[in-house]
């Protein structure tokens, strides 16, 4: 099965990500520099993608114990 369109589960990332760039807006209104609380914001976000796809769990099985990180 081939997935085409919106891919399910994304509402909950995009969600996630706006409420962290209001919530950096506002600690950058609070520390007087909005573009650092953007910035803040954003380094936090793509954490929080990181975080969001790994819980989802994208690739179940992607454990090799025969893989020591040196093979290519």
């Known amino acids: ?3 085409t369109g919106w891919p399910k589960g994304r509402i909950g990332w995009i969600a ?3 409420v962290l760039l209001v919530l950096g807006v506002v600690i950058g209104l609070i520390l007087h520099n ?3 609380g953007l910035l803040l914001a954003v380094i936090i976000s793509i954490g929080w993608l990181i975080a969001y ?8 099985g992607l454990d090799d114990p025969f893989d020591d990180g040196a093979q290519l």
């Open 34 to 36: 909005v573009w650092l």
């Open 16 to 18: 996630g990500t706006v």
């Open 1 to 3: 099965m081939t997935q």
């Open 53 to 60: 796809e790994s819980w989802r769990g994208r690739t179940p």
